[in-house]
C-alpha cells in the first residue's frame, strides 16, 4: 500500500488524486463532458419529469399530457447536447485551477476551498450553462416549439438571459456546486487517509459520486424549485426570488418531496 505523504501537496494535507496526476486539465474536462454528456442523455426523462413537476403549483401533469411521448420527455435535448460538453469542459477545467491555486492559498486543504472553487467554475461556465438550461427548461415546459425558436428568440433577446442570472447561475448552480464538491472532496479524501492510497476502486467512485449528489440534491432541491418557476414563468416580467419563494410556501411544496428528489438523486448519481 503506497503512503499518502507521496500523494500529498507540500503546502497542505491535500492528497491529489491519481487521476489528476495521469490525467491534464484539459484531459479532465474532455473525459467529464463526455461522461456526463452520456449520463444527461440516458437519464433525461427524469429531468423533463421534475421540472414539470416543479413548475406547477400542486405538481399537476394534466397540461403537459400532451407531451407525454418519446418526443416530448426528450424536448429540450437539442440545446443540452450541443452545449453540455462545452460547458463542463469549461467547468471542470475552471474548478480544477480554482482548488488547486486555493489549495496554496490562505484556505488550505478546508472544506471552504472545495466550495469557493465550485462556486467559480459555475460563474465560469455560465455564459455556456445560462443560455443552455434557459432554452433546455422552456423546451420541456412547451413555452418553446422546438429548438430553433429557443435559439432565435435567445439570440434576438439576450437581454432576458440577464434575468435568470441570479436565479439560475447565483442562487442554483453555484449553491450545487458548492455542496457537490464540498460533499465529494471531503468523502474522497477521507477515503484517501483511511486506505493510505489516491487510488479508488470504481465502485467507491461510483458510490461517492451517488451519496454526493444524493446529499446536494436534497440541500439544493429548494432553490431549484424557485428556479424553475421563475425561469419557467410565461410573464414578461417573471415574479422576484422573494415572491416566488413565499408563494411556494404557502402550499408547503418548497421542497417538493420525495418524487423530485428521487428524480434529482438519480440525476446527480454520477457527481464528478
Known amino acids: 500500500m503506497s503512503s499518502v505523504s507521496d500523494d500529498t501537496e507540500s503546502s497542505s494535507h491535500f492528497v491529489t488524486p491519481a487521476s489528476d496526476v495521469r490525467l491534464s486539465a484539459t484531459q479532465q474536462a474532455l473525459a467529464g463532458s463526455t461522461a456526463k454528456g452520456a449520463t444527461k442523455l440516458i437519464l433525461y426523462p427524469l429531468d423533463t419529469f421534475k421540472s414539470r413537476r416543479q413548475a406547477r403549483r400542486f405538481g399537476e401533469l394534466q397540461e403537459f399530457r400532451h407531451l407525454q411521448t418519446l418526443r416530448g420527455v426528450y424536448r429540450g435535448i437539442v440545446p443540452k447536447l450541443l452545449l453540455y460538453s462545452p460547458y463542463q469542459a469549461v467547468y471542470m477545467s475552471a474548478y480544477i485551477t480554482a482548488r488547486d491555486h486555493l489549495l496554496q492559498g490562505p484556505l488550505g486543504d478546508s472544506v471552504a476551498t472545495f466550495a469557493v472553487a465550485g462556486a467559480v467554475a459555475e460563474v ?149
Open 124 to 272: 465560469a461556465g455560465s455564459a455556456i450553462r445560462l443560455p443552455m438550461e434557459v432554452a433546455k427548461l422552456r423546451l420541456q415546459l412547451g413555452a418553446y416549439s422546438n429548438s430553433f425558436q429557443a435559439f432565435k428568440d435567445i439570440l434576438m433577446n439576450p437581454w432576458r438571459l440577464t434575468r435568470g442570472f441570479v436565479p439560475q447561475t447565483i442562487m442554483h448552480d453555484c449553491s450545487y456546486s458548492a455542496c457537490g464538491w464540498l460533499f465529494f472532496e471531503s468523502g474522497r479524501q477521507w477515503l484517501y487517509s483511511l486506505r493510505g492510497s489516491s487510488n479508488l476502486p470504481v465502485y467507491e467512485n461510483l458510490l461517492l459520486g451517488f451519496a454526493a449528489g444524493t446529499l446536494t440534491s436534497l440541500v439544493t432541491n429548494p432553490f431549484d424549485v424557485i428556479k424553475t418557476r421563475i425561469i419557467g414563468s410565461s410573464s414578461e416580467t417573471p415574479p422576484g426570488i422573494l415572491s416566488t419563494a413565499k408563494s411556494i410556501w404557502r402550499v408547503s411544496y418548497i421542497w417538493r418531496p420525495a418524487m423530485d428528489c428521487t428524480c434529482s438523486c438519480t440525476k446527480s448519481s454520477s457527481f464528478k
